[in-house]
């Protein structure tokens, strides 16, 4: 069993930032990449960024040198440092944990919400 627990999601000016945390426990296996999807009402899921068990991460254009994802393996923990928010960033933030080679599996945490006023 997975479970994801996320945090820190919070109502922001636009220029402000929020630090989001997502702790997973469980059977984790080592090899792994978590990260963080959004998804606003009636838009799609998408990927805002990620980062593997080594530390390679890759981040949606949107947010290139805005926001930084780190994590800390020994504490399965994934974190978004996200400065210089938008509008367009509100959303509810999703952390995601991918596990899995030939078959690949995702778990999911129950969402933290994220606003961001003009």
């Known amino acids: 069993q997975v479970q994801l627990v996320e945090s820190g999601g919070d109502l922001v000016q636009a220029g402000g930032s929020l630090r989001l945390s997502c702790a997973a426990s469980?059977?984790?296996?080592?090899?792994?990449?978590m990260g963080w999807y959004r998804q606003a009402p009636g838009k799609q899921r998408e990927l805002v960024a990620a980062i593997t068990s080594g530390g390679s991460t890759n981040y949606a254009d949107s947010v290139k040198g805005r926001f930084t994802i780190s994590r800390d393996n020994a504490k399965n923990t994934v974190y978004l440092q996200m400065n210089s928010l938008k509008p367009e960033d509100t959303s509810v933030y999703y952390c995601n944990l991918r596990v899995g080679i030939t078959a690949v599996r995702d778990y999911w945490g129950q969402g933290t919400q994220v606003t961001v006023s003009s």
């Open positions: 469980g059977s984790i296996f080592s090899g792994n990449v």
